[in-house]
């Protein structure tokens, strides 16, 4: 036999292997082997058997890494979906779809000490008093965790060894696994009575005669454990978009739906965009499928884990004892089988989409993944994203409406607050209007929470010269560095580049000594709210004051509990979270986005306003929404300012339509970088001819592409590396990957330049 073995080198091709006899009946599709390549051992990933192979003297198969499959052929042909339609190396695709921890050899099981009471046989030994001590904390627990022993009894290893040699225990190693949220005490909860408007939703999602929760229908058994996905009965697997407004229920349906599936004999994936949220949506679902009927374990996969979590995580699924997964877009490879629900919650987020190849967008992914599998798939979004919103207004997905908040509560009252005319009154780099201050002097008095939100980290966005001009950039990209005045640094976030603060103008025909920063960030801001009330217990929530593992959980714990009055923080805060006690949300500079080089400016700036305006009044008091702002009448603040999703997406998809921008088009954006900048501006123009010809004689399906550029990228200079742009757009975005690919394949660049390509990229810069 043969195996068709993909390495974990993107050469684009696959290469044939022989099955020893050794290993004869253990090489499945999907198992992950090490091979000899050249003088060196490679891992990689058997793609396809076949009886013999059409090149001579085939290498064999050095061995086996791992007990199991760990690609599923269904996973195995959606990687191979993501490498075409993305433009990349199949193995480079077929690496993503793994976590590192289980890819890599060296990573396994914790195995753990055990120490068990064994059943007594004849007279009881008398024991010195040391030993006795040990004994009877091992009598009461029966069996204990070595470690845990040795601490309580406050002795030595050796200690116990005597009682294991006397025959009265058992040390045995076993595997310990690493839960990430073993110390967390969940209560269970239950499912939640649904208004109309979600019971509507819920029985088009989970389809007509469904059973309501809780109830069992006619005749119905649930399948054996061991029965096939093919002996199960499923029926037809739409695609569905939830557009509920903030606080509506879309979590009670995500929760029931999720039931529904579990009682259908298969699994759930859940997709978060930000690791922020998966505390809060973690301790959602393990509260509701801890016990009960449809007990499960629910597995978790995100970034911050340990690479052991992340190994015991992925393996509590492939072994099909986690039937639910909650995750960041990574988590849309999880091997659920079979799999009978994706949701993708705050589906409009630019998070899932991947920065490195392959350049995948979680959301499309699971799109395609509930096509093969016959799965569903909800998108759940207050905000969805015009492509979202463009395919359900076609017929592409099922629109399902959720217009209302839950228990009649009120959506929050939006004040846009006219920076102009503060800036007047007060000099100075003014942060809060007085109308805002006043806001949270009265929450504060009342005892209620308050959110301020600011999308710019550090302390001031810019250091700048008065006197001669000077503006103190990133030496590695085109653009200012940030100063952090905590750690008195200015720093690039692009980068990563760090330096000191200096003293004083650093143009040596300058030295100006009083260089100032300018700009707002959310440093800033925290100081001046403790400056302006000393008495409030203020937190920071951006990544640079969440650098532990725990840091997240701990501050929404507090804020939860009450310990906190005012949260100020970046995007991480500005959705999926619910708090009652807020009552006030303060979006400071409201505006600052609008204006950057990318077509989706706008959309970004009002789903944001909405998504953060959305964490107030989710309790029993109404809420207040103040947005501060210098250009308060653009049509992003007040279509958001009258939460009218409807009439944004009309206004916004007039001026797509002038230009052909998504959603009435597809784009592609190559990018072509080098430290040489002439040598990159060659290339692009080289590039540009190369698509010209190579679309001229291409299938009618691509004459409607626009090709422009190429141009300079809206950040000339990162990192050292000079970058221009071509953009090209068409309806026929499969047929122009596959152009693409052939190009990519015979395209010849200058040492040093190098080419990427971003299909339905979410950033232009």
Known sequence: ???????????????????????????????????????????????????????????????????????????????????????????????????????????????????????????????????????????????????????????????????????????????????????????????????????????????????????????????????????????????????????????????????????????????????????????????????????????????????????????????????????????????????????????????????????????????????????????????????????????????????????????????????????????????????????????????????LFLNRRGYSTSLQCEKCGYVANCPNCSISVTYHRIEQKVACHICGFVDKVPKSCPNPKCNNPAIRFSGTGTQRVEETLLRLFPDARVRRMDSDAMKRKDDYRKTLGDFRAGKIDILVGTQMIAKGLHFPNVTLVGIVHADSALHQPDFRAGERTFQLLTQVAGRAGRGDVEGEVFVQAFTPFHPAIQYARRHDFTGFYHQELEFRQQLKYPPLSRVALLTLKGRNEDKVKFSAEHLRKVIESTVRGAPMDLRDLILSGPAPAPLLRAEQFYRHQIMLRTRAMSKLSATLARIVASLVLPEGVALSVDVDPVELA
């Not at 015991?312 to 995750?327: L, T």
Request: glycine letters at 6%; hydrophobic letters at 40%.
């Open 1 to 451: 036999m043969i195996a068709r073995v993909s390495l974990e080198i993107a050469l684009r091709k696959e290469f044939d292997y022989a099955i020893p006899p050794v290993l004869a009946g253990q090489i499945n599709v999907g198992t992950r082997v090490q091979v000899p390549f050249g003088a060196r051992k490679i891992y990689g990933t058997v793609t396809a058997l076949a009886a013999e192979s059409a090149h001579a003297g085939i290498k064999p198969i050095f061995k086996i890494i791992g007990a199991q499959s760990l690609v599923t052929p269904k996973i195995l042909k959606l990687a191979r979906w993501i490498a075409d339609y993305y433009c990349c190396a199949p193995e480079t695709a077929l690496k993503s779809v793994l976590p590192e921890a289980v890819r890599k050899k060296e990573e396994g099981w914790k195995k753990q000490l055990f120490v068990r009471a064994l059943p007594s046989v004849g007279d009881f030994p008398p024991l010195p008093k040391r030993q006795q001590q040990v004994w009877n904390i091992i009598e009461e627990r029966r069996e204990i965790l070595l470690a845990e022993l040795l601490a309580l009894a406050e002795t030595t290893a050796a200690t116990v060894r005597k009682l294991e040699d006397r025959g009265l225990i058992d040390i045995t190693p076993e595997i310990s696994e690493r839960d990430p949220y073993a110390r967390e005490h969940i209560l269970p909860s239950q499912p939640l009575l649904l208004n109309a408007a979600q019971t509507a939703a819920l029985e088009k999602i989970c389809g007509p005669g469904v059973p309501r929760i809780g109830q069992g229908a006619p005749g119905f058994k649930p399948p054996d454990a061991g029965a096939s996905p093919s002996s199960i009965r499923h029926p037809p697997s739409p695609v569905f978009l939830l557009h509920g407004v903030t606080g509506s229920g879309k979590t009670e349906i995500y929760l029931q739906a999720i039931a529904h599936s579990l009682e259908q004999g298969k699994g759930a994936i859940v997709l978060v965009p930000e690791i922020s949220l998966t505390p809060q949506t973690v301790e959602r679902f393990k509260a509701r499928f801890s016990s009960g009927k449809w007990q499960t374990l629910v597995a978790v996969l995100h970034s911050r884990l340990s690479a052991g979590e992340r190994h015991d995580e992925w393996h509590k699924i492939r072994q099909g004892r986690a039937r639910i997964v909650i995750g960041a877009r990574s988590a849309i490879f999880a091997p659920v089988e079979p799999l009978g629900l994706v949701i993708v919650d705050e589906e409009h987020e630019t998070s899932y989409k991947q920065e490195e190849a392959p350049r995948y967008h979680a959301r499309d992914v699971a799109i395609v993944r509930g096509r093969m599998e016959n799965a569903v798939v909800i998108l759940g979004s207050a905000t969805p994203s015009l492509e979202s919103y463009y395919n359900a207004k076609n017929g592409k997905y099922t629109l399902l409406e959720l217009p209302e908040r839950v228990d009649d509560q009120k959506l929050p009252r939006v004040r846009v607050v006219d920076l102009r005319q503060t800036a007047m009154k007060e000099r100075g780099n003014f942060i809060f209007s007085p109308q805002l201050k006043e806001a949270i002097h009265l929450r504060l008095d009342r005892r209620e929470q308050t959110i």
